[in-house]
């Protein structure tokens, strides 16, 4: 491609040459030619000749080539070989003004062949690259839009005028619209479509279907659309009369649009002194572009910033998201094809980025922003540093780019690499790996998202060794000669540089269209990374010994390469995977719908010139990303950073997720999990770790699942390896080289903020619910994973789901239980109820209900085992409401058949477990232990005895009262009624209570004690007297108590006299007395803040304490004077007074 320029002239000569020998064998028709309208000065014989015999040697090539199908293959003829060839390299102007005369077929051929011919650049500047939603319509793809009215016969009146496309498509009616015709216009040069106009009046970013379809059309059906030459050629050709015919018969034809343009033209022609006088020659749109004019493929650079625009303000939304990651993939699909346009579009793209108004917003309130916008930020940053990284960009383009780059980094807007907005200062090791200073002051260390783009720009390709690794296969140090540092023992090339940069431009080649130069320097740095880990390893053998007597370790790898901004893991997986992905024959260009994708496949291809012939891009690749996700590596500050960190772990496991184990892959995967549970303190699964490294729970739940048929052995042994979670742990012993988690001793005054810790716990969880569930069946290994989760696992939720989910697997609807892992569950469940009891969980109902469920599946030694110890299990509530009385249910009877023995054998331990609860927590245990007691007769007099000791001093007279309804109905009455006397003795009723919550249990009591004699009502009534002050109560006891004779409950050995009792007498005379004495102290208490609206109840108060005065003997007369007294007190209160009068006289 870079020669194209120097052959074009030969090439249009050749070309010349070609036509005029056909036209003289014609008749010399060529000959007539008129001259061209520009003259160029210049002689070309020489090379000419070279060329015409270069190109008749290729055309004689391709006629010997065959088709697969069989038939012969009609070769290009010179004329269009070297037609081609100037198409796509050379502007017309510039063909015109380098040579005298261009025959007619020549110039022919050249506007021919310069319409592009690829459909894949049609569809890529007419499709964003993301799938549609289930749901939509095809037809808003464009590309799929514009293939089907291609189909469907939609264009008609086709003309191509020079370097100008004119057509016409119809689009079919829909229910109940008309057709409609678009008129469309394209015009090109050099293989590049450089305008487009539509009547739909498309406005986005990329082409309509009908500019696809009219697209599609010329490069399907090109020979059928009709060729013109550019129209001045067709102008130069009329006399005076035909151009005055010409324009006049333009102008009527369109008189309304262009008679005031071809009025001001015709007085500025006429004009000797006007400016278009002073031109030589006119314009012709159709004549392509000019020799100064760039050459790039149309973009609306208005649509492009609205759009983003559009989208930024919307994207909380997650399709607008998803747009902005599909134009970011526009532009990486624009490197690749070598367009221009890729960072002409993203330098748009960032100009709205940077004009966000919620940056502003987020820098002053020193909030951060989204995690979908952080996303975007982190895309845009990787996409500069491979526009700048671009291997064959010009110093200019590189200077203009670092200055726009410097200009955004300087905006205060400008995010930060870390996502922070405070005055953090980042200690980032730049894009070459060197570790800021922490010294120096915040500015020059403020590192923007932009900074390493920056940085990248002072990176180039000119390193000798770097090119002859990217240009060649076998460029190996097979003599052994030179540098040997930059090779390894076996000959073949290392990349020493900083792997994330390294992995950059690795990047940057496969963004700008070289896959195998990428995949090159991939290897060079796979075999990199692997002298530099057999290195470590040999290290880490020599301090073995050393480091786990101390239990300490440093990291080495202050920049992990899992959730770095550039991805280094990520790229050279991709890079390699690429190089070994099956083609498939059926693709299309775009998809409609997300079904159509279709899981890659891959296959093994050996690597050229390596000396392991088993090597394959399929095996590097799972090589690689179990290097990068096994790094032992310290969890970065920020709460984006560490969410980064799982998000793109995530998306490697992921990618793992999608290769076909073979045994190649599996010796792979079994000899890098051996590699890394030896790395030491390289790697995250070695014996030694560092206190803040991050967990490798999801990457060993990976290696778990992917060892488990082929090794378990070395599946488990990984997989416990990672349970540990050293942030949480307690610092192992010093000179305790025995303990099997050593963790780094670290400065204890420092405690790092894990914003993801929740999400850890939850995924180490995962782990050690996928190694439960692997297990069953298998004692040895259960029995290992549950003394693992009792080690490692700190939550007791987390604890809880997984005791809930190996009972789940342990019991199967239709299957025996696996005992052994019924009993893990049961031990899960029991460390839970212990790290439980003593704190506020409001699960642990449930979880109380859960374990006597589970330790019910067990059998009844479970359950008799958690009673015996429900001390260390349970608070004695939980102990007699729930694990008691379930154990002793009916229906726990019935799950475990059992016979009267082991009935008996459970009712006892039950029993005993509700007395130590009773005398533990009297109060809230008595009434569940009497009940449980009740069948057996010493029990319960024990537990009644218990509650008679504990009611003066530790029981409140709800849970009395409570206890004394439970023997009544029992059909105990008498000790009902010291239970209510108790009762009573704590509880005070104040005069204004009279919806006291108690007042029913008094009113019971009461009624008790009067069934019960005259003696028990006369030993209440003074507690009645003392416990309840307000009248009301008061009152209704004393005429419940008149209605009826005491002692008419008919109990074993009392007599009932049948009398009534008497107000005059004991006991009730006191309890009338106390009656009036509370009425008239309420009175006087209700007067001192009363309001007139509630006069009117206050008079039907003072008629219920005039019934209860009438009940006395010389009632009438007390009650008088009790009227009148208020009279007099109260006389201020004129209008109740007279309320008053008008009642009671």
């Not at 090439?11 to 036209?23: F, G, H, L, Q, Y």
């Not at 624009?334 to 966000?356: I, K």
């Not at 439980?836 to 699960?843: A, E, I, P, V």
């Not at 009434?927 to 024990?942: D, G, I, P, R």
Request: aromatic share 6%.
């Amino acid at each position: 491609m870079a020669d194209g320029g120097a052959a074009a002239p030969a090439a249009v000569a050749a070309a010349a040459a070609v036509a005029e020998a056909a036209a003289a064998a014609s008749g010399g028709g060529a000959a007539a030619e008129p001259p061209a309208k520009r003259l160029c000065l210049g002689d070309c014989g020489a090379a000419a000749s070279s060329a015409a015999a270069a190109a008749a040697a290729a055309a004689a090539r391709a006629a010997q080539t065959k088709p697969a199908h069989g038939r012969l293959h009609k070769p290009d003829t010179l004329l269009d070989i070297s037609a081609k060839r100037v198409a796509e390299k050379w502007p017309f102007e510039q063909v015109e003004e380098r040579f005298s005369r261009i025959p007619e077929p020549v110039q022919r051929r050249i506007i021919f062949w310069s319409f592009p011919r690829n459909e894949r650049e049609i569809c890529m500047y007419s499709s964003l690259s993301y799938q549609c939603q289930e749901g939509e319509k095809d037809g808003e793809v464009p590309f799929n839009k514009g293939l089907r009215l291609l189909e469907t016969g939609a264009i008609d009146r086709v003309l191509q005028v020079g370097f100008h496309l004119s057509g016409t498509v119809t689009e079919l009616a829909n229910q109940g619209e008309p057709e409609k015709m678009y008129k469309v216009a394209i015009s090109f040069d050099r293989c590049k479509i450089t305008s487009v106009t539509c009547g739909c009046g498309n406005k986005d970013i990329f082409y309509c279907g009908h500019v696809v379809a009219l697209s599609l059309y010329r490069i399907r059906k090109a020979q059928q659309v009709e060729l013109r030459l550019p129209i001045s050629e067709t102008l130069s050709q009329m006399n005076r009369d035909q151009l005055q015919k010409f324009v006049q018969y333009l102008i009527t034809a369109h008189h309304t649009e262009v008679l005031p343009t071809a009025q001001k033209l015709a007085d500025e022609i006429l004009s000797s002194c006007s400016e278009i006088n002073q031109v030589h020659g006119a314009p012709d749109p159709t004549a392509g572009a000019s020799i100064d004019a760039e050459n790039c493929w149309h973009l609306d650079e208005e649509q492009v910033q609205e759009q983003v625009k559009v989208l930024l303000s919307i994207s909380g939304y997650y399709g607008a998201s998803k747009q902005l990651h599909s134009m970011f993939a526009k532009v990486r699909e624009m490197l690749r094809m070598w367009d221009s346009n890729g960072a002409r579009m993203l330098t748009l793209m960032t100009e709205q980025f940077m004009e966000d108004p919620r940056l502003s917003l987020w820098r002053q309130q020193g909030t951060g922003m989204t995690d979908k916008c952080r996303e975007l930020w982190d895309e845009l940053g990787a996409l500069w540093v491979c526009v700048v990284l671009n291997p064959h960009c010009k110093q200019e383009e590189k200077a203009g780019w670092l200055e726009l780059l410097r200009k955004w980094n300087n905006m205060d807007v400008c995010p930060q690499e870390d996502g922070n907005y405070g005055n953090h200062i980042n200690e980032t090791p730049s894009i070459t790996g060197i570790q800021h200073n922490s010294n120096r002051n915040q500015a020059g260390t403020r590192r923007t998202v932009f900074v390493r783009a920056i940085e990248a720009c002072g990176l180039d390709w000119k390193d000798c060794h770097l090119r002859k690794i990217i240009s060649s296969d076998s460029y190996t140090n097979q003599w052994r000669d030179g540098d040997r540092s930059l090779f390894d023992s076996q000959g073949r090339p290392l990349w020493l540089e900083h792997v994330p940069t390294a992995c950059a431009r690795v990047d940057a080649l496969r963004s700008h269209g070289y896959p195998r130069e990428a995949l090159r320097l991939a290897i060079a740095i796979v075999n990199t990374l692997r002298l530099q880990k057999r290195r470590q390893l040999e290290m880490y053998k020599q301090q073995k010994k050393e480091l786990l007597q101390k239990g300490s370790t440093t990291i080495s790898n202050q920049e992990g390469w899992v959730g770095h901004p550039l991805d280094p893991v990520g790229c050279l997986c991709r890079t390699l995977l690429e190089a070994c992905k099956m083609e498939d024959d059926s693709s299309v260009l775009f998809t409609d719908s997300i079904s159509d994708i279709r899981k890659p496949v891959y296959q093994h291809f050996a690597i050229p010139g390596s000396s392991n012939t088993g090597e394959s891009y399929y095996a590097l690749a799972l090589e690689v990303a179990l290097i990068g996700l096994g790094q032992q590596r310290l969890m970065p500050e920020g709460l984006y950073a560490q969410d980064k960190v799982c998000r793109n772990e995530e998306q490697l496991i992921s990618m793992l997720s999608q290769m076909e184990f073979d045994e190649r892959l599996v010796q792979v995967l079994r000899k890098q999990t051996l590699l890394l549970l030896e790395g030491g303190p390289f790697s995250g699964l070695g014996e030694v770790v560092h206190r803040e490294s991050v967990p490798m729970h999801t990457f060993a739940r990976y290696l778990f699942k992917a060892l488990l048929l082929h090794d378990p052995d070395l599946a488990y042994k990984v997989s416990l390896r990672a349970m540990r979670l050293p942030v949480l742990e307690s610092m192992a012993p010093a000179g305790d080289g025995s303990h099997p988690h050593l963790v780094a001793l670290v400065d204890p005054s420092r405690y790092p903020r894990w914003f993801i810790l929740g999400h850890l716990e939850t995924q180490q969880c995962e782990l050690a619910s996928t190694m439960l569930t692997a297990a069953k069946g298998d004692p040895k290994w259960l029995r290992v994973v549950l003394e693992s989760i009792q080690q490692n696992i700190h939550s007791p939720s987390l604890i809880y789901k997984l005791a809930q989910d190996a009972c789940k697997t342990a019991t199967p609807p239709n299957s025996a239980p696996d005992i052994t892992l019924l009993n893990v569950s049961l031990e899960l469940g029991l460390q839970v109820m212990r790290m439980t009891l003593s704190t506020m969980n409001w699960r642990r109902r449930e979880m109380v209900r859960w374990l006597v469920s589970c330790a019910t599946e067990v059998g009844v030694c479970a359950l008799m085992n958690i009673m015996q110890n429900w001390y260390s299990l349970f608070t004695p509530t939980e102990a007699t409401t729930i694990v008691a009385a379930t154990v002793t249910s009916h229906a726990t009877v019935l799950r475990l058949n059992l016979d009267y023995t082991q009935r008996e054998e459970l009712d006892s331990c039950a029993r005993t477990l509700a007395l130590q609860c009773t005398m533990k927590d009297p109060q809230n245990c008595a009434l569940s232990a009497l009940t449980l007691c009740e069948k057996n007769h010493v029990a319960f007099e024990t537990a009644y005895q218990i509650v008679l000791d504990s009611a003066s001093t530790g029981m409140s007279y709800s849970h009395l009262f409570t206890i004394a309804r439970y023997m009544e109905h029992r059909g105990f009455p008498i000790r009902a009624y010291k239970m209510a006397s108790l009762a009573l003795s704590h509880l005070n009723v104040a005069y204004n209570q009279d919806t006291h919550t108690a007042i029913n249990d008094v009113l019971w009591a009461c009624s008790l004690s009067h069934s019960l004699g005259k003696n028990e009502l006369a030993a209440i009534v003074p507690l009645v007297i003392k416990s309840v002050q307000c009248a009301p109560v008061l009152s209704d006891i004393l005429r419940r108590w008149t209605m009826s004779a005491p002692g008419l409950a008919g109990v074993p050995g009392r007599r009932n006299s049948g009398k009534l009792m008497s107000t005059e007498k004991a006991p009730l005379c006191q309890l009338l007395n106390a009656t009036i004495d509370a009425y008239i102290s309420t009175t006087h208490s209700r007067l001192t803040h009363i309001s007139p609206r509630h006069y009117s109840e206050f008079i039907e108060f003072l008629s219920k304490a005039r019934e209860t005065f009438l009940m006395a003997q010389d009632g009438h007369i007390q009650f008088t004077q009790f009227i009148d007294n208020l009279k007099q007190t109260y006389k201020g209160k004129k209008k109740l007074m007279m309320l008053v009068r008008e009642r009671f006289g």
